[in-house]
């Protein structure tokens, strides 16, 4: 008999749900205090995920669910630079 794998759920800090932690994107906060997307979701950090929509994160902006979660305060050019690179991704999809 084959053992159930366990797939590994995150909340996303903008609409809440809780999803599977591949179909998400991770923000990450570096040691050095630097806040990036991270695509492989294996980079040091503490991370906060996100769905990959513009919704999810216009949500997070206005909720601060991401400065909650990386509990720093994150200046408004990071969201900016944030909203392109999902405007990017979300063109992939």
Known sequence: MKAKTKIPMRQCTGCREMK???EMMRVLKTPENEILLDTTGRKNGRGAYLCISME???KAVKNHGIERS???EIPQEVYEDLK???EKLEKQQ
Do not use: D, G, V, Y
């Open 20 to 22: 599977n932690k591949k």
């Open 56 to 58: 999810c994160l216009n």
């Open 70 to 72: 990386l509990k720093t």
């Open 84 to 86: 392109k690179e999902f």
